[in-house]
């Protein structure tokens, strides 16, 4: 099976939420190769949630919750980032503003 480089993915998922009117950037580049991939998306309400994607034990890819509860304020989610940052410096980060609370890697 032919993995998908993070850096190729990480674009058309900004290209496909840019169409799809998702306010997201790039807020941090990682490994273009193989780095992980961690949305940060905050509801615009005080409500911010962590996901991070994961290989299934089927081979595919699936996004997790990676916060104790799903919905957490500002102050946890960053401190949850910077924790996972400290592990893996090569991680990518995309923050996303959207009432709707969409991963912009679901509507690609």
């Not at 924790?83 to 893996?88: A, L």
Request: some cysteine.
């Amino acid at each position: 099976m032919t993995r998908v480089r993070s850096g190729v993915l990480v674009s058309a998922a900004l290209r496909c939420a840019n169409r799809a009117l998702i306010d997201c950037v790039l807020a941090r580049r990682g490994d273009a190769d193989a780095g992980a991939i961690f949305v940060h998306i905050d509801a615009l309400d005080g409500r911010h949630k962590l996901l991070a994607r994961t290989l299934n034990f089927e081979g595919q890819y699936e996004w997790h919750i990676i916060t104790n509860t799903e919905w957490v304020d500002a102050e946890v989610a960053s401190a949850r980032l910077a924790d996972e940052i400290k592990m893996d410096q090569d991680a990518f980060i995309i923050a996303v503003c959207d009432a709707q609370a969409r991963n912009p890697f679901d509507v690609m």
